[in-house]
């Protein structure tokens, strides 16, 4: 034992050590920049499929914005709603009143706890005019 202290590391222990320790950091390394890599690939996605059907679904609510019509307009959105991960999908008029909004709970039962909150990704919420006609009947909004 006080060999190995007296005249210290081998050589070849020391390369040995530095070749894991790379190893190591540049794991760890590749791991972070991944996750984030994927992260910020999964928020463009996010956005653009909000972003589709906001726009979908407002052109195909737009024809039934009237009051008599208003159910069918909220059905379809329920329909779109229940079929997706959507977090909330909300339709304000130009009074900036609610007409209807449809709201899911954040949690994800599939996904673990500590997973969701060591790789955050916020849900974006994009936006659509919706037109009754050539009047601006409100905006869509979905998150």
Request: net charge negative; hydrophobic share 40%; glycine share 4%.
């Given at each position: 034992m006080?060999r190995?202290?007296?005249?210290?590391?081998?050589?070849k222990?020391?390369?040995?050590?530095l070749?894991i320790?790379?190893?190591?950091?540049?794991?760890?390394?590749?791991?972070?920049?991944?996750?984030?890599?994927?992260?910020?690939?999964?928020q463009?996605?996010?956005?653009?499929?909000?972003?589709?059907?906001?726009?979908?679904?407002?052109?195909s609510?737009s024809?039934?914005?009237?009051?008599?019509?208003?159910?069918?307009?909220?059905?379809?959105?329920?329909a779109?709603f229940?079929?997706?991960?959507?977090?909330?999908?909300?339709?304000?008029?130009?009074?900036?009143?609610i007409?209807?909004?449809?709201q899911?709970?954040k949690?994800?039962?599939?996904?673990?706890g500590?997973?969701?909150?060591?790789v955050?990704?916020?849900?974006?919420?994009?936006h659509?005019?919706?037109n009754?006609?050539?009047?601006?009947?409100?905006t869509?909004d979905?998150?």
């Amino acid at each position: 034992m006080s060999r190995i202290f007296k005249h210290g590391l081998s050589l070849k222990t020391q390369v040995y050590g530095l070749i894991i320790l790379i190893s190591v950091i540049s794991f760890c390394v590749r791991v972070i920049t991944d996750v984030d890599t994927t992260r910020n690939y999964l928020q463009t996605q996010m956005a653009s499929h909000a972003q589709d059907t906001a726009t979908s679904l407002g052109l195909s609510i737009s024809p039934y914005l009237e009051d008599d019509s208003l159910v069918i307009a909220e059905t379809m959105a329920t329909a779109i709603f229940d079929s997706g991960y959507y977090s909330q999908i909300k339709f304000t008029d130009v009074q900036n009143n609610i007409v209807f909004e449809l709201q899911n709970p954040k949690r994800v039962e599939s996904v673990p706890g500590w997973f969701i909150s060591a790789v955050e990704l916020s849900a974006p919420t994009m936006h659509s005019e919706i037109n009754n006609g050539w009047m601006m009947a409100g905006t869509l909004d979905v998150t």
